[in-house]
């Protein structure tokens, strides 16, 4: 059973930084070909913010983020990891870890969700 458990969330003011943090267990990396890190605001349809292929690091960025977050992993904790700078308010959302999707930025192809970190910017 795959579990993904999200971390780091919380409140900045704009401008600042936050790194948030998904610890997979029971998930083998090499099986399909993406992880990633998507977002929904009150309202708002959940987008894909950013993921990593497993086997080469690729990665992708929605433009919304690019320039400002940086998508990364560490095979060794089985973590993956968001560093989000220069944040904004329009960036407050509920982040999610996700994986094993087949397309880099569509939700509807992963299989494995975590529960949600909340993140709020102020202006």
């Known amino acids: 059973q795959v579990h993904l458990v999200e971390a780091g969330g919380g409140s900045v003011q704009a401008g600042g930084s936050l790194r948030l943090s998904c610890t997979a267990s029971?998930?083998?990396?090499?099986?399909?070909?993406?992880m990633g890190w998507f977002r929904q605001a009150p309202g708002k349809e959940r987008e894909g913010v950013a993921c990593i292929h497993n086997r080469d690091g690729n990665t992708g960025y929605a433009d919304s983020v690019k320039g400002r977050f940086t998508i990364s992993r560490d095979n060794a904790k089985n973590t993956l990891y968001l560093q989000m700078n220069s944040l904004k308010p329009e960036d407050t959302a509920i982040y999610y870890c996700a994986a094993d999707g087949w397309r880099c930025l569509a939700g509807s192809t992963y299989d494995y969700w975590g529960q949600g970190t909340q993140v709020t910017v102020s202006s």
């Open positions: 029971g998930y083998d990396y090499r099986r399909y070909p993406y």
